[in-house]
């Protein structure tokens, strides 16, 4: 058995799936949800896991860069990119993340990049589950 800790539960009740809405228990998140290329005007699965992946996948750089002692640059940026894709009869992800960190030679970014996949839980659970590439812009 190992040893956790939950830091952290986030809560969201959803109605009518891709055509519903959802709402977090502390009501700091409540949006109207919309399929992928639809006229609504809501966001979709896709847009919202790509906005949460981005954000803790920076996080996660911040964590590589103290650990190889490099400065972030504070203009850095990550666009994610979640495709919904049907291979084969089935519904899939894939992905692609994009990161910018200017003032970085190459190789710097590239571990940081590398070093921050490896740790961030959104690129754990994606690890095998989907293809991901990594990109530096």
């Known amino acids: 058995m190992t040893d956790k800790q ?3 539960t986030g809560k969201t009740h959803t109605t009518g799936g891709r055509q519903g809405a959802s709402r977090s228990s502390d009501g700091n998140l409540d949006i109207q ?3 992928p ?3 609504g005007t809501g966001t979709n699965p896709e847009q919202l896991f790509a906005a949460g992946w981005s954000a803790c996948f920076i996080g996660a750089m911040g964590k590589a860069a103290g650990g190889l002692k490099v400065k972030l640059p504070a203009d850095l940026a990550v666009d994610a990119e979640v495709d919904l894709v049907l291979q084969e009869g089935q519904y899939v992800l894939q992905a692609r993340l994009n990161v910018s960190l200017p003032g970085l030679d190459r190789e710097t970014a590239r ?3 590398d070093t921050a996949h490896q740790t961030c839980p959104y690129s754990k659970l994606t690890r095998g589950n989907i293809d991901v590439e990594l990109n530096l812009a």
């Open 111 to 113: 571990a940081v990049v």
């Open 6 to 8: 939950v830091l952290y």
């Open 37 to 39: 290329g639809g006229n």
């Open 33 to 35: 949800l919309s399929p």
